[in-house]
């Protein structure tokens, strides 16, 4: 079976604070997608990154970065001096090779406050 | 570059009305999804396409429920007749190529029915 646990329902800090965002999956698919969306308070789903099981390397954009660990099935994000404009639901998700059923995460309700 | 476009962003309707919603998806993508979230149950795939055939609907609730894609910059859902429970946002999404590809949603329609 196909799971994804976001097992942070919200988190609750300060501007400029990093903050962490778990993720853990379970598949039992060699091939599968990986994938977080934000989204903000005025509701429209953002795509911020797509992560396939053979690409291990942790990502870096600006003040994101992912970190993909197999060995555990997870798949964390970190929000680096985190800012107002960062709050948000975020939402983890698994894609399996074979079909487009998106397994989504309960997401995390992050809140940066000033 | 347009993303996914949807209307009506936002609609109050009462119970038996019909609710037609509309989606016009990126350019060259060949996938278009339908998806419902609501604080209950999440995102759910409702239904989804390939070059405007119906692949899987086995996500539609009921008969009251119906999805077209004339073309492949067009789709519509269809509600007939709404019932207050169908209270939910909609979204429209489309993707190119393969399962696993990125899936990219529009701002969403906020359906309230009264």
């Known amino acids: 079976a196909q799971k994804v646990t976001q097992a942070q329902t919200e988190i609750s800090v300060v501007e400029k604070e990093d903050v962490t965002l778990d993720c853990v999956y379970e598949t039992r698919d060699t091939t599968y997608y990986l994938f977080w969306y934000k989204q903000p308070p005025s509701g429209e789903l953002v795509f911020l990154i797509r992560r396939n099981s053979f690409d291990e390397q942790n990502e870096i954009s600006g003040r994101y970065s992912w970190n993909f660990q197999k060995s555990t099935s997870s798949f964390n994000f970190t929000i680096t001096a985190s800012q107002v404009v960062d709050s948000a639901v975020y939402f983890c998700?698994?894609?399996?090779?074979?079909?487009?059923?998106?397994?989504w995460g309960a997401g995390t309700k992050l809140i940066i406050k000033p | 570059d347009a993303g996914v476009i949807q209307s009506p962003r936002h609609e109050v309707t009462e119970m038996g009305q019909e609710v037609t919603l509309r989606c016009k998806p990126i350019?060259?993508?060949?996938?278009l999804f339908w998806y419902r979230q609501t604080m209950m149950r999440g995102l759910e795939l409702l239904i989804y396409f390939n070059n405007n055939v119906p692949i899987d609907d086995s996500g539609m609730p009921e008969d009251r429920f119906s999805a077209k894609m004339p073309n492949a910059s067009f789709s519509t859902l269809k509600i007939q007749p709404s019932e207050p429970r169908d209270s939910a946002v909609y979204f429209c999404?489309?993707?190119?190529?393969?399962?696993?590809?990125?899936?990219?949603f529009g701002e969403g329609s906020w359906l309230t029915v009264v």
């Open positions: 998700a698994l894609s399996r090779e074979s079909n487009y059923q998106l397994i």
């Open positions: 350019s060259g993508h060949d996938y």
């Open positions: 999404a489309s993707s190119f190529g393969f399962p696993g590809n990125t899936i990219y």
